[in-house]
Each structure stands twice: as structure tokens, then as C-alpha cells.
């Protein structure tokens, strides 16, 4: 079966200090993942996808994934928070049909 | 550089009424989705449309119909509004294995 396991619901960061928020998948197919952002009030905004190209992903506002078969594994990463990254975080699955599974979501806090 | 829009943004309704959200966009996505999302439940699909002509359930379609009127536009019925039906409604779309862009959403209160 397919499934996205976001492994923490929330996470705190102090401001300058770097965001890692964790994301296992089970796909039976090669995968394409994603991550999204969601601003309260908001919709998703798509932050990055992976596709089978680069295992090193490079999105928006400086965030970055890295793909690790062997650990199955799409964990986001940012070296400095800025307070503007506060929301909440989706890792996402597209099962090679036509839905798309998401996580949980992961909301992002982060201290002055 | 629209994408997907929703209307409308919020709405209040009183139990038994009817209403119809709308969901369009422009992107000449094939498939198209409707979500309800919950303090603590996450995403939950109602309906898709994985291409124009047709529409099938997801996770909870029950109280809920769908159109899908051409390819840009998908909308999403409550024939007879229950108070369990209070949430956020989002729309989104997407092409072939690409992620789904998603609209702004709907914020619906039935008392």
C-alpha cells in the first residue's frame, strides 16, 4: 500500500537556526513526491517536487529535499528559518493514478 | 496568472439549505479534485474528475455532488447542508503525473 508518514506533527525553531521536517513514503512505483506550504487562510502552495531527476531538490524560498530510496525517506530542510516560514508543511505522493496522497502535516513554529 | 479560483470565499448556510461551490481553472489541467480539510483530519478528497466526462468518489462523498462542466470548470453540491459539513473546501487540478495546484478555498459554516 501506499502511504506518506509525516513524522512530526509540529516542530520549533528559533529564528536564523535551521528547519528540518521529516517525511517517509511507501510507493510501490518509482514516486513522485512533493512538498507543499500552506499560510493560514491560504491554500497549498507547492514548494518543490521530485520527479526521478536530481535526489537533490531545490524549491522556493530557499527549502531544498533530498530523495533517499534506501531510507524512504523526502525530508525538507532549510538552513536558516526566517520568521516569514511559519505554516504548516505537506510532503505528498502522486500514487501513479489519477490521487494524490498527502500527510498529515507538519505546522512549522518559529521564535524571535 | 489565475490558476485556480474558488467562489465563493465564504459562505454561511442553515441546516437543509443548498448550495453549489465553483471551482475554475485555466491551466488546461486534465483532472480535477475537491478536499475538505479539518482541524486534525488533514486533506480528505471528496470527488475527482480524472478527465472531462467523468467523476468519481474519494475518501467522503457522502452529502456531496459533483459537476464537471467542461474542462475548466468542476463544481462541488450540497443538496441539504448538515452542521458536519462546516470546513474549509479546497479545489485543485493537476496534469499527468504533475503535483496539484490548488485554489485559495472555500470557508463554509452551516448552523
Known amino acids: 500500500a501506499q502511504s506518506v508518514t509525516q513524522l512530526d506533527s509540529h516542530v520549533s525553531v528559533s529564528e536564523g537556526t535551521p528547519v528540518l521536517l521529516r517525511c517517509n513514503y511507501s510507493s510501490s512505483y518509482s514516486p513522485s513526491l512533493f512538498w507543499y506550504v500552506q499560510h493560514p487562510n491560504k491554500g497549498l502552495q507547492l514548494l518543490l517536487k521530485?520527479?526521478?531527476?536530481?535526489?537533490l531538490v531545490k524549491g522556493i524560498n530557499g527549502f531544498e529535499a533530498e530523495f533517499k530510496k534506501s531510507e524512504t525517506s523526502f525530508h525538507l530542510t532549510k538552513p536558516s528559518a526566517h520568521m516569514s516560514d511559519a505554516a504548516e508543511y505537506f510532503c505528498?505522493?502522486?500514487?501513479?493514478?489519477?490521487?494524490?496522497?498527502f500527510g498529515a502535516g507538519t505546522r512549522l513554529f518559529v521564535k524571535a | 496568472n489565475a490558476g485556480v479560483t474558488q467562489t465563493p470565499k465564504f459562505q454561511v448556510l442553515k441546516t437543509g439549505q443548498s448550495m453549489t461551490l465553483q471551482c475554475a481553472q485555466d491551466m488546461n489541467h486534465n483532472s480535477m479534485y475537491w478536499y475538505r480539510q479539518d482541524p486534525g483530519m488533514g486533506l480528505r478528497l471528496i470527488y475527482y474528475?480524472?478527465?472531462?466526462?467523468?467523476?468519481d468518489k474519494g475518501e467522503v462523498p457522502n452529502g456531496y455532488n459533483v459537476s464537471r462542466l467542461n474542462k475548466r470548470e468542476f463544481s462541488l453540491r450540497l443538496e441539504s447542508a448538515a452542521p458536519s459539513q462546516t470546513s474549509v473546501y479546497f479545489c485543485?487540478?493537476?496534469?499527468?503525473?504533475?503535483?496539484?495546484?490548488f485554489g485559495d478555498g472555500t470557508r463554509l459554516s452551516i448552523l
Open positions: 485543485a487540478s493537476r496534469t499527468g503525473d504533475q503535483p496539484q495546484h
Open positions: 521530485y520527479t526521478s531527476a536530481a535526489t
Open positions: 505528498a505522493l502522486n500514487t501513479g493514478g489519477f490521487k494524490t496522497i
Open positions: 474528475s480524472a478527465s472531462e466526462g467523468t467523476t
